[in-house]
């Protein structure tokens, strides 16, 4: 069972919000993304980071924010929320696992709606 | 470009059936392969992870394999469970860059009916 939590699990938000979803992993991995993801769809990129203090942008342009501050926790923040804005959004962590191979752990997604 | 393509798009088979799964992708260099299962409004799980020289892997009844020269990839289910309804996702990996991206498809729509 791998140790990468997301908080909320949902959440319906009115527009204009300001709103930051939680995302917290206890196994020390330096990586950590966000992926967006609309129903039926593949997962979109759309921040990652390499370790503390450093935040990249990802594959589908977003106007969310992101820090990475501490190694375990890497929140993700809508300034303003709209109703394009929702989508699940999933949290992931890796590190490199024995042989070579970067496994990659998701959390559970937080379900945002935005009225 | 870097593309993960994935049939077919959606899969209905009775309990205790079993079924294939197919995944073609364009990734280059090629680091490796996984299968994820994704469960309705669930984060993916790791199925089984392949690189380059492994040809097949087993995680209990759910077997992959694959084809490098081709690049393509099947995950095989056997004696299949209520409980494997669930979208199966092929994620490809390249060692073209420090990321490791990771390269999603579309996933497949597997449905278990009793």
């Known amino acids: 069972e791998a140790d990468i939590y997301q908080t909320p699990r949902y959440l319906v938000i009115g527009t204009g919000k300001k709103i930051t979803l939680e995302c917290s992993q206890t196994?020390?991995?330096?990586?950590m993304y966000w992926y967006q993801q609309d129903p039926g769809m593949e997962l979109h990129l759309i921040h990652y980071?390499?370790?503390?203090?450093?935040?990249e942008k990802g594959d589908l342009s977003s106007e969310s924010t992101v820090s990475r501050i501490r190694t375990e926790h890497f929140p993700l923040t809508l300034e303003s929320a709209r109703p394009s804005h929702t989508s699940q959004y999933l949290c992931?962590?890796?590190?490199?696992?024995?042989?070579?191979?970067?496994?990659?752990?998701f959390g559970q997604g937080t379900r945002l709606t935005v009225v | 470009k870097n593309q993960v393509e994935q049939s077919p798009q959606s899969l209905i088979i009775l309990e205790g059936k079993n079924c294939t799964l197919q995944?073609?992708?364009?990734?280059?260099?090629?680091?490796?392969l996984r299968w994820y299962k994704q469960d309705t409004g669930r984060g993916p799980v790791s199925l089984t992870i392949?690189?380059?020289?492994?040809n097949t892997k087993s995680n209990g009844r759910y077997t992959a394999t694959l084809d490098a020269d081709t690049k393509q990839s099947s995950l095989h289910i056997t004696a299949s469970q209520l409980s494997d309804s669930a979208s199966y996702i092929c994620?490809?990996?390249?060692?073209?860059?420090?990321?490791?991206?990771?390269?999603f498809g579309r996933g497949t729509q597997l449905t278990v009916w009793p």
């Open positions: 992931a962590s890796s590190d490199r696992a024995p042989k070579g191979h970067t496994e990659a752990f």
């Open positions: 196994m020390g991995h330096d990586k």
């Open positions: 995944c073609n992708y364009t990734v280059s260099p090629f680091s490796n």
């Open positions: 980071s390499y370790g503390v203090n450093s935040t």
């Open positions: 392949m690189t380059f020289s492994e």
């Open positions: 994620v490809v990996s390249d060692r073209g860059s420090t990321l490791g991206r990771l390269y």
